[in-house]
Every structure is written in C-alpha cells, then in structure tokens.
T-cell receptor, first 108, second 115 residues
Framework: KNEVEQSPQNLTAQEGEFITINCSYS?????LHWLQQHPGGGIVSLFM???GKKKHGRLIATINIQEKHSSLHITASHPRDSAVYIC??????????FGTGTSLTVIP | ETGVTQSPTHLIKTRGQQVTLRCSSQSGHNTVSWYQQALGQGPQFIFQYYREEENGRGNFPPRFSGLQFPNYSSELNVNALELDDSALYLC??????????????FGPGTRLTVL
C-alpha cells in the first residue's frame, strides 16, 4: 500500500476547464508538496503546505490535515498546463513519500 | 530554470558496473536530496545531505552512496549496477533546513539505463 495516493491517474480536459487533482496520505506529515513534471523529467516545485491554502496565479492548493487530504486546483486550464502533477509528503518520521502522479492533458 | 544542473544527461551502463552521477546545486543551498524515478512511477527518496553530512536515507541498499562538497556540488555513486537501477535520477537542492520542509529546486535529471 502506498503512503500517498493520487487521483485521478490520468486526466484530459478542454482548455478553460477547472481542474482538481486529489492527494490522500496515510502518515502524519510535517509538510506536503505539489510538484509539476514536464516530459523529459524536469520537476518544478509548485507549492509547499503544512496547513490551509496557497494560491499562485491560476493554481490553488489546499490541505486538510485532519482528513489527510490535499487538492490542487487549476483554474482556466491551458495546454501549457499539460504535465504530470506529483504530490509528496514529509512524514513526521522524517521520511519522504511520493505519489505516482496525475498525468494531465489539456486540449486546445 | 532552477539553477540546479546534473550531468550527464543520459548514461548507459552494464550490469555489475559502477556509476557516478553529478549535481550542482544553487549557490548557497546547503541541502541536496537525491531521488530515483522509475518509468511511470513517482520519485523515491534515496538520501539527503546537509552541509556535507548524510542527513536522512530512504529504503536503498548501501551500494547507493553519496558525497556533498563545499562548492555546492554533490555525487551519487551506485556500485554493482542491477537492471532495476535503470531510472531517472533527480537531485534537488534547498536553501537550508532538514527534511523536506523547505522549497526544493530540482535538476533536469540523469537518465540511467543498465543493460
């Protein structure tokens, strides 16, 4: 069983749609990260959260510590948002766990 | 552009060989982490170095070892390569702190193929 589960695994959206990617985890955490990985491997850190909500441009990340759940939202999606989105957590036991990613394709 | 570079970009080795992968962190970043990402999988944490000392380790055998140097560069060494070591190896640096509690800046990765 994975400590971090993401859903959906794959997602196809029309340009302009509102997108939600979910992350659930089973361990106590100190921090949760949302990462974006483009084809070819480059990874960009989007958000780091330990509580509440963060917003950057069209991206919003929320976390509910009690429910052990986080969501990444993309408003007004664009083809350049097409990438794999990965949820990762630092457990209170100081171990890092990663989800397997959500592959997003935004169609013009 | 994160300012983190890795070399080489691609590498092919045979089973049993040894490999050294290199990472150059952003200047001033005292923490570097290494990850292995198999095809179609999320990254797996290998280990982390902070100010040249190993600061944490994931579930990888001792044949995976590392070094961090004062000039913000680091190495990942893998001995006795196995076929399952074929993966993308990513390094990530952060300004300071321990664990994953600071924003990490990822390099582009080294694609290792073991034949």
């Amino acid at each position: 069983k994975n400590e971090v589960e993401q859903s959906p695994q794959n997602l196809t959206a029309q340009e302009g749609e509102f997108i939600t990617i979910n992350c659930s985890y089973s361990v106590g955490i100190s921090a949760l990260h949302w990462l974006q990985q483009h084809p070819g491997g480059g990874i960009v850190s989007l958000f780091m959260l330990s509580s509440g909500k963060k917003k950057h441009g069209r991206l919003i990340a929320t976390i509910n510590i009690q429910e052990k759940h986080s969501s990444l939202h993309i408003t007004a999606s664009h083809p350049r948002d097409s990438a794999v989105y990965i949820c990762a957590v630092l457990s209170t036991g100081n171990q890092f766990y990663f989800g397997t990613g959500t592959s997003l394709t935004v169609i013009p | 552009e994160t300012g983190v570079t890795q070399s080489p970009t691609h590498l092919i080795k045979t089973r049993g060989q040894q490999v050294t992968l290199r990472c150059s962190s952003q200047s001033g970043h005292n923490t570097v982490s290494w990850y292995q990402q198999a095809l179609g999988q999320g990254p797996q944490f290998i280990f982390q170095y902070y100010r040249e000392e190993e600061n944490g380790r994931g579930n990888f055998p001792p044949r995976f070892s590392g070094l961090q140097f004062p000039n913000y560069s680091s190495e990942l060494n893998v001995n006795a390569l196995e076929l399952d070591d074929s993966a993308l190896y990513l390094c990530a640096s952060s300004l300071d702190g321990t664990g994953f509690s600071d924003t990490q800046y990822f390099g582009p990765g080294t694609r290792l193929t073991v034949l």
